[in-house]
């Protein structure tokens, strides 16, 4: 079974246009949506594409708590839909959640983080595959995988990244229209357009830093 596994799209629809566009080629079985979907610029346009695709949908932090601006962008049927998204959904003996099977925020993990901290995390998962999001960054160790993320990356490339999920995790990383999405941010009134621009579209933030950050907050 071959499942695409789409994390922290995060209110940038052309990203995720853009990777729906490359998983249509992929003949995949099933789509799973890991949470953090409309936390962004666009969230009411995030919420219209993804109900015509026909996926899995997984609660993410941002989903639970959604903050003022996503509130007064969504009506109120689509923020008790994204509240109500399971913690988990399984495929194939494929775990996938958002930070981790039992919480949607904790443990924090990254591909520096020690062992102890995911055998927490695996504590009573008898999966022989957990995918995960949470910290935008694709890696892999032993049975744990994250996908990355498609619209808020920290991977040192302005790019979405996603996986596909088998036997094995096959990491993508697809293309965006960066003057696409810089101008749909900028003209969404969006409160960090500018900054997120900034910070993430006209540059790269890079791997290194994001994982020092996640790392201290852990």
């Not at 775990?95 to 925020?105: G, I, N, R, T, V």
């Not at 910290?135 to 302005?158: C, I, L, S």
């Amino acid at each position: 079974m071959r499942v695409a596994a789409l994390y922290d799209v995060h209110g940038v629809p052309a990203a995720l246009e853009a990777v729906l566009a490359e998983v249509e080629r992929e003949e995949v079985d099933a789509i799973v949506f890991g949470g953090d979907l409309f936390l962004g610029p666009q969230p009411a346009e995030i919420a219209a594409l993804v109900r015509t695709v026909d996926a899995d949908f997984i609660r993410g932090n941002c989903d639970r708590e959604p903050d003022d601006w996503t509130r007064s962008k969504l009506d109120e049927e689509t923020l008790a839909w994204a509240q109500g998204w399971p913690l988990t959904v399984e495929h194939d003996g494929v775990l996938y959640c958002h930070a981790s099977p039992k919480d949607d925020m904790r443990p924090i993990l990254t591909d520096a983080s020690p062992p102890e901290r995911f055998d927490e995390a695996l504590d009573g998962v008898d999966a022989r595959l957990v995918v995960a999001g949470h910290t935008h960054m694709q890696f892999k160790r032993d049975r744990w995988a994250n996908a990355g993320a498609v619209g808020w990356p920290y991977e040192g490339d302005v790019a979405a990244f996603w996986a596909v999920v088998s036997d094995d995790v096959e990491f993508r990383r697809t293309p965006i229209d960066v003057e696409r999405v810089a101008s749909e941010i900028l003209e969404s009134g969006w409160p960090e357009g500018e900054s997120f621009v900034a910070e993430n579209i006209r540059m790269a933030p890079s791997r290194e830093e994001a994982t020092a950050w996640f790392e201290s907050r852990a």
